[in-house]
């Protein structure tokens, strides 16, 4: 991955000919007292491989950053790069992978590679009480993490609750809800729409305040 978002950063799309890219792992960003905490797939390869941060400057941020704007829990509905106005209010926001991979499908053993970025940001996030996972790849990741600390149920150890949109499962200390990834290959489709989204939305809301 970091040979390919390499390479991505020196051919560039059209589009952004002029820009410099950013071309390296993508972190996490957001308010370190969220109680809300998305884990999203990987960054775009001309969106945040390009911007420098997560779902900034493509048409999934353009979803998400709407949404959370609507919410409540950002400033402003778009993010462009890096450096703009947003601040995002109890939400933060990272990724399974943290470099652009081919075909946006990370591997297995890359996802393998990224998981002590999530292992720290789950000891970092200390208000966290709900994971939202963007699709069925950081829903897998998302349960290996919290196996990984602790939050399975000693009943619950050898079951593996199962992907769908606006599901949520318990664990010891958060909730873990699933979500479409808000990929313009879901939104444009109708697979994902803004209402369904905005209800998985109100869910983690409530949840994250003990309601």
């Known amino acids: 991955m970091r040979e390919y978002c390499r390479q991505v950063g020196q051919t560039k799309r059209r589009a952004y000919a002029d820009e410099a890219y950013w071309a390296k792992p993508v972190p996490g960003f957001g308010d370190e007292n969220a109680r809300i905490w998305f884990i999203g797939l990987a960054p775009g390869a001309h969106g945040a491989n390009r911007t420098g941060r997560i779902f900034t400057g493509d ?95 000693r009943e619950e150890k050898g079951r593996k609750p199962k992907f769908a949109h606006a599901v949520v499962a318990r664990f010891n200390s958060v909730h873990l809800i699933g979500s479409y990834h808000v990929s313009q290959q879901n939104t444009f489709t109708g697979r994902l729409t803004e209402p369904m989204f905005d209800s998985m939305l109100t869910i983690a809301q409530r949840l994250a305040e003990g309601r």
């Not at 890359?110 to 966290?128: G, H, T």
């Not at 790849?137 to 990984?148: E, G, H, T, Y």
């Open 59 to 153: 048409r999934s941020g353009d979803f998400l950053f709407a949404a959370l704007h609507r919410a409540g829990l950002a400033n402003q509905p778009t993010s462009k790069h890096r450096d703009d106005a947003l601040i995002l209010r109890d939400v933060y926001i990272s990724a399974t992978a943290r470099c652009a991979p081919p075909g946006n499908k990370p591997l297995p053993q890359e996802v393998s590679n990224c998981a002590p970025y999530l292992d720290r940001e789950f000891e970092l996030l200390r208000n966290k009480k709900v994971i939202i996972a963007l699709g069925g790849i950081a829903w897998a990741a998302s349960l290996d993490l919290l196996r990984r600390h602790g939050q399975f149920a």
